[in-house]
């Protein structure tokens, strides 16, 4: 069954210091997603992507936050300047049309 | 934005009870998803329900959709310890289908 890939698993960073979240989502899906879900939390959605441009953002999606999609396969996550309050686990989705999302593994961000 | 309840927080039952969770909005839904993470793992998809009053089921679990679309639930038969994790319910909205999750009900199953 296809999946969608995360990387690294478990990244540890410097407060202020900028971190690159990857995922390879499934290759036919078309709405890709960051999903963050703070220890013992709720899933809580960052942002959309479709058609390699952003379709919606959350109120935690600010101007420290970026996606890209730099070639065909990979989406990722940039944070500039962490905070220690964003320490928590990141998710990417994608889906099809009507589908539910399939979910990576998760990276599990610690800001120190 | 669109807000969705969920009750219980926690739910501990014996291993060969039943359990059941709800999921509520203020607004109604166009559809609604349901998701299993186990401790420690990642959102799993279990089922989409998009029409008023629908009743689906997967095995020991049963998904409903009120008539009115603004509430469901999901109901797990004689539980078993794989059935431990958490149950999140998730509405579908915005031009990019973005989810909004409940607060998840944590279950936890004595053996």
């Known amino acids: 069954e296809p999946e969608v890939t995360q990387t690294p698993s478990h990244q540890v960073t410097q407060m202020g210091q900028e971190v690159i979240l990857r995922c390879v989502p499934i290759?036919?899906?078309?709405?890709f997603y960051w999903y963050r879900q703070i220890l013992g939390q709720k899933v809580e959605f960052l942002v959309s992507?479709?058609?390699?441009?952003?379709?919606?953002k959350s109120e935690i999606f600010d101007d420290q936050f970026s996606v890209e999609r730099p070639d065909g396969s990979n989406f990722t996550l940039k944070i500039r300047s962490t905070k220690l309050e964003d320490s928590a686990m990141y998710f990417c989705a994608s889906s099809r049309e009507g589908r539910g999302y399939t979910f990576g593994s998760g990276t599990r961000l610690t800001v120190v | 934005g669109q807000q969705v309840m969920q009750i219980p927080q926690y739910q501990h039952v014996q291993e060969g009870e039943d359990f059941t969770t709800y999921c509520n909005s203020s607004t109604t839904l166009s559809n609604i998803q349901w998701y299993k993470q186990r401790p420690g793992g990642h959102p799993v998809f279990l089922i989409q329900l998009v029409k008023s009053g629908e009743v689906k089921k997967q095995k020991r679990l049963t998904f409903q959709f009120g008539e009115a679309k603004k509430n469901s639930s999901l109901h797990i038969t004689a539980t078993q310890t794989t059935d431990v994790g958490t149950y999140f319910c998730?509405?579908?909205?915005?031009?990019?289908?973005?989810?909004?999750f409940g607060s998840g009900t944590q279950l936890t199953v004595l053996p």
């Open positions: 998730a509405a579908l909205s915005g031009s990019a289908r973005q989810l909004t």
């Open positions: 992507f479709y058609n390699n441009e952003i379709s919606e």
């Open positions: 290759s036919n899906h078309l709405y």
